[in-house]
């Protein structure tokens, strides 16, 4: 499921925003700056794969 089809409060981007930088996990602010997945995969997804 692609990040765009989440509830708009579990979206990395929008959490940021609602949150500030506290409120989000390094995982999400990576995902934020990588802005786009690939095939099967979210941005998040690639994010924690780099954080591990």
């Known amino acids: 499921m692609q990040i ?3 509830p708009e409060g579990d979206r990395p981007r929008e959490k940021f925003l609602q949150k500030g ?3 989000v996990t390094d995982a999400e602010l990576l995902a934020i700056i990588i ?3 690939v095939k099967n995969k979210t941005a ?3 994010a924690k794969e780099i954080l591990n």
């Open 4 to 6: 765009k089809e989440w």
């Open 21 to 23: 930088s506290y409120g």
């Open 35 to 37: 802005s786009k997945g």
């Open 44 to 46: 998040l997804d690639l």
